[in-house]
């Protein structure tokens, strides 16, 4: 009943910059936290952002003074400023959302947005 779509993924020039988006829908009722999630092929999916409600954020060592993480509440949404970017960030990018539902947290994820960067 959760949907997670990301959006705003392509092909850009390293140095180049994306912005990324997710939409969460349904059943929403408490978010513990949302994040950036990426994956390249042959590779494990690696943490690259999260927020929490109140707005504390954490970034990869990797992405730490080139992303931003931000999001707007009521709208369930979230965004991924992603400057100078550089061909090792290609992958596939993930948004998730972790809930409280009921006496449990779960994690949702979206289908994800490739992408890539070009030397």
């Known amino acids: 009943q959760v949907q997670l779509v990301e959006s705003g993924g392509g092909l850009v020039q390293a140095g180049g910059s994306l912005r990324l988006s997710c939409a969460a829908s349904?059943?929403?009722?408490?978010?513990?936290?949302m994040g950036w999630y990426r994956q390249a092929p042959g590779k494990q999916r690696e943490l690259v952002a999260t927020?929490?409600?109140?707005?504390?954020?954490n970034y990869a060592n990797s992405v730490q003074g080139r992303f931003t993480i931000s999001r707007v509440n009521a709208q369930n949404t979230m965004y991924l400023q992603m400057n100078s970017l550089k061909p090792e960030d290609t992958a596939v990018y993930y948004c998730n959302v972790n809930l409280r539902r009921g006496a449990n947290n779960l994690d949702y994820w979206g289908q994800g947005t490739q992408v890539t960067v070009s030397s």
């Open positions: 349904g059943r929403i009722f408490s978010i513990n936290a």
């Open positions: 927020i929490t409600l109140s707005g504390s954020t």
